[in-house]
């Protein structure tokens, strides 16, 4: 993805609050974390990665596991994504520091009800990152991503969660839900956070 594209990118993040990017990951690498997002998702809960768990049944159903970085397309996805930190920061100065990633896979009949990953003034989660994973993906089986005007009922985006495609959104200004997915749906939802207590810190390891 070249400069042009980020620029534009960030462009449209800054402009709408959300943006979309394609062809960012390498197919081999959407594969490899498509491949460990089913490994993670066929662990039981409770065994292996020890946070893999389904949250708040009525919000969401998806299962939930961070990303360590342990393995090489782990690690590939976290130096891409400082990468993109660094795009951004170029030209938001949004001061984005600790990135969290995890899986998350919504088994047939998942969802997310309508929320914004973080909100104002906490300056918790500054940036939001969707990356999907799935190679192939029939919009009849659900499971997009909708995005809202503000705090209205209007849709600004439904997105298809399709591997190769990539949704940024600012986090405390984004209303957006996971529509009920027929199908199993794998992705990794990650977050920038800035650094309150030391902002002058440099980038720490993710
Ligand atoms: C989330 C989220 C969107 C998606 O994990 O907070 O909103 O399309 N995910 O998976
Ligand atoms: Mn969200």
């Known amino acids: 993805v070249g400069d042009n594209r980020l620029a534009a990118l960030a462009d449209d993040l800054a402009t709408h609050g959300w943006a979309t990017l394609d062809g960012w990951l390498a197919p081999g690498l959407i594969a490899a974390l498509h491949a460990e997002a089913g490994a993670f998702a066929d662990t039981p809960a409770g065994v292996g990665r020890e946070d893999g768990h389904m949250l708040d049944a009525s919000v969401r159903r998806a299962r939930l596991g961070w990303l360590d970085g342990a393995t090489s397309a782990q690690a590939d996805f976290l130096a891409a994504a400082d990468a993109l930190r660094a795009a951004l920061n170029?030209?938001?100065?949004?001061?984005?520091?600790?990135?969290?990633?995890?899986?998350?896979?919504?088994?047939?009949?998942?969802?997310?009800?309508?929320?914004r990953d973080s909100f104002r003034g906490a300056k918790n989660r500054v940036v939001s990152l969707v990356v999907y994973l799935d190679p192939a993906w029939d919009p009849a089986w659900g499971g997009a991503l909708v995005i809202y005007d503000g705090d209205t009922a209007t849709v600004a985006a439904a997105v298809t969660p399709r591997a190769g495609t990539v949704v940024l959104m600012l986090s405390e200004e984004i209303d957006h839900e996971v529509r009920v997915t027929a199908h199993e749906r794998r992705a990794i939802a990650a977050w920038w956070r800035v650094n309150q207590s030391a902002p002058e810190r440099v980038d720490p390891a993710a």
């Open 90 to 115: 170029a030209r938001l100065f949004l001061g984005l520091f600790e990135f969290e990633a995890g899986f998350a896979v919504y088994p047939p009949g998942g969802f997310y009800a309508r929320h």
